[in-house]
């Protein structure tokens, strides 16, 4: 396809040829956009690249053998043993693979990029990347150069903005290393965008309180931040339908904004607490609550039993009601309402707000909607970026729906972490994984086995079922204690076993609790009545 559109590329090279028998290496050309000022740069050791799929080689009389084309590709170090993952579902092992090899792929400026259309790190793309690269491969370092990096090139979005405290605190979460959490304290305390906060609880980037010592305080180099929710937004880029916002109302109170707002104030009171800074620790958290009590007072929608876009509008997005539910503002007793409204909606959001829907639908315990979501074959699904012909995942769900697009963005990769934080349900609990836990929601599927890589070490889960029994095997790696979760209908009218023992779990919300696991290999056996 000479002429593929958008930002997928087509190239052409004319080689001279030598008389004799030679080895021809291709100088790749290198390309206005993603070569510009704000673009991470390739070493002139390792020279240009460029993601592709197919070659053609014309005018060429010899025959041609396997072996007398290379390819030379460019990638962070990676361990492709460090994870796994398999399923009794082969559309689901299909979406893992593509996800994982993304990451690999996309590794290969040394920090996070959005794609190779700008060669440029984004905020949101990074966070997704991180949480990603942490579930694929026992690599660190990477994430944390691009957390860095986004601290002081910081981008236009106002999410974006608060998403850097989320990536400080997945930093500390996953190593326990407090060293650049304490090193960049001042910056992440900016990020909060406190200066922004109204009376009511909530931040607005429209009540005139932007200013220059703001944005130098947040290295923003522009006059002023944007509210996004998700992009692309309505119209624009001559794509189909209404954007990736699910028709949100922008107002001066933007519930998004305000999701994201809450969340950086309670990683931030955990990352205060942990550098001993007590004192900013309960003013984070008291700010975190008055946050929380706006949402309930200001933006719940009692009669139709959601939460609203803003203050002065009637409208309810998919956007506003899962950014709730991930992001621990949607109470007990609004849940299954809320969860209920986010069925409806079905993927109206990008692939970028992917990330929030998986997080709030495993959130609310709902397995079945969850698996529903990453088998899907819809146009707007990972399974659809496959049968496009993409490698490596996409910008957009497909084309039509973003006709600039690239096929080469990693924040559309989102199983890579979903699977193993979420299906599989392994996720830090203490940091440097002192503890974690294990909530596996598998759904319908018969049987998924998996690999996890920790700073502690591997962690391996197996499970399958049938009518009459679940088992579950597990290997807790040394130094660290997990717990196994699972959810209270699993165990009705049913016993549980550890290792042969019958064990009594304890209730803790929706789910059932299993004793402590030290080091070891563990058989849990439920067996139905």
Not at 444 to 461: A, C, E, F, S, Y
Request: hydrophobic fraction near 35%; glycine fraction near 6%.
């Amino acid at each position: 396809n000479r002429k593929p559109g958008g930002t997928i590329r087509y190239s052409e090279y004319k080689l001279a040829l030598h008389k004799g028998t030679h080895t021809y290496q291709l100088q790749l050309r290198p390309d206005r956009r993603n070569t510009g000022a704000q673009a991470v740069k390739m070493p002139d050791y390792i020279g240009e690249v460029l993601p592709f799929r197919y070659v053609e080689l014309e005018g060429y009389k010899e025959t041609v053998k396997e072996a007398d084309i290379v390819r030379s590709s460019v990638h962070y170090p990676f361990d492709d043993s460090a994870s796994s993952f398999e399923s009794s579902d082969s559309v689901l092992n299909a979406v893992w693979n593509l996800c994982k090899y993304s990451v690999k792929a996309t590794t290969f400026a040394g920090i996070y990029v959005d794609g190779d259309r700008e060669r440029i790190p984004y905020e949101a793309d990074a966070y997704i990347n991180q949480l990603c690269h942490y579930s694929v491969d026992n690599e660190y370092s990477m994430a944390r150069r691009s957390h860095e990096y986004l601290l002081y090139n910081a981008t236009w979005p106002t999410e974006w903005i608060l998403q850097s405290v989320l990536m400080a605190y997945n930093d500390y979460l996953y190593t326990g290393d407090l060293r650049s959490a304490a090193h960049h304290y001042d910056d992440l305390k900016a990020k909060l965008l406190l200066p922004l906060r109204e009376e009511n609880g909530l931040l607005s980037t429209k009540t005139g309180k932007q200013n220059k010592p703001l944005m130098k305080a947040i290295h923003f180099q522009g006059d002023s931040l944007r509210d996004i929710v998700d992009w692309p937004h309505t119209g624009g880029f001559g794509m189909v339908g209404n954007g990736e916002t699910d028709g949100f109302v922008f107002t001066t109170f933007n519930a998004v904004v305000n999701a994201f707002h809450y969340k950086a104030l309670k990683d931030m009171a955990e990352l205060a607490s942990a550098l001993s800074k007590d004192d900013d620790a309960r003013l984070f958290s008291r700010k975190a609550q008055e946050t929380f009590d706006a949402f309930q007072n200001l933006l719940w929608d009692k009669k139709r039993s959601v939460f609203l876009d803003g203050i002065d509008t009637d409208h309810a997005s998919l956007h506003t009601n899962m950014m709730a539910l991930s992001f621990g503002l949607v109470p007990p007793d609004k849940r299954d309402h809320v969860m209920a409204f986010i069925r409806s909606r079905g993927m109206a959001c990008s692939v970028y707000g992917s990330q929030f829907l998986m997080d709030a639908t495993y959130m609310a315990g709902d397995a079945d909607y969850g698996l529903s979501l990453l088998t899907s074959q819809s146009d707007r699904s990972w399974y659809n970026m496959i049968r496009a012909g993409s490698t490596i995942t996409m910008e957009a769900w497909d084309n039509k729906y973003k006709p600039n697009q690239d096929w080469n963005h990693v924040w559309g990769a989102v199983p890579a972490n979903i699977i193993p934080r979420k299906l599989l349900g392994i996720e830090p609990i203490g940091a440097g994984w002192t503890t974690f836990r294990v909530r596996p929601q598998i759904g319908t599927l018969q049987w998924v086995k998996g690999k996890v890589p920790t700073l502690k070490g591997d962690i391996t889960l197996s499970c399958d079922q049938d009518d009459n029994r679940y088992r579950m095997c597990l290997v807790v790696p040394a130094n660290t204690r997990g717990t196994v979760e699972l959810p209270v209908g699993l165990l009705k009218n049913a016993r549980m076993e550890i290792n042969g023992n019958p064990v009594k779990a304890r209730k803790k919300d929706d789910w059932m609790v299993s004793p402590p696991l030290e080091a070891g290999r563990y058989e849990i056996i439920i067996t139905r009545e």
